[in-house]
């Protein structure tokens, strides 16, 4: 017999999946792949960073986030300044196209999950609040910063 918590985690995951889909639904136009719009996320929550700095935030080997920083710098979606105290470094930053597009972005998804959420009841409400507070702990990495 499967134990409650394994059923629950089963069960979430399916949820987690099935919201998931609906959400990348509201983003068929979109011109930034979703590897590409959570790397411009973390710039936008915790700044300018150095491709390393960035690749381990969002848990990607730093090669790869080498490509994803260059496409967005083509796009203009990025900026990439020399950094300060290391000739060898950049620092990566959002650009104002990158707001834009991120701004975007959150439009098309909340404006779906805002006509969904309106339905439910205050009580139903609250739960996922609470709900949204424990999800933010658990993808926490160790170093207390959400993962993308």
């Known amino acids: 017999m499967i134990s409650d918590t394994r059923a629950l985690a089963g069960d979430l995951a399916l949820a987690v999946v099935r919201l998931t889909r609906h959400l990348r639904g509201r983003r068929s136009n979109s011109r930034v792949s979703l590897t590409q719009l959570s790397a411009m996320a973390t710039l936008r929550q915790e700044g300018p960073?150095?491709?390393?700095?960035?690749?381990?935030?969002?848990?990607?080997?730093?090669?790869?986030?080498?490509?994803?920083?260059?496409?967005l710098h083509e796009m203009g979606i990025v900026d990439r300044t020399p950094h300060p105290t290391d000739g060898r470094q950049v620092i990566v930053a959002l650009s104002e196209a990158g707001y834009e597009q991120l701004a975007e972005e959150d439009e098309a998804r909340e404006v779906w999950l805002t006509e969904r959420l309106e339905h439910l009841d205050p009580g139903s409400l609250e739960t996922l609040r609470g709900a949204v507070r424990i999800f933010t702990e658990l993808v926490a990495d160790d170093k207390g910063h959400p993962s993308a």
Request: avoid cysteine; glycine fraction near 4%.
């Open 49 to 71: 960073m150095t491709p390393g700095a960035l690749a381990a935030r969002e848990r990607v080997q730093p090669p790869s986030m080498t490509r994803v920083i260059a496409s």
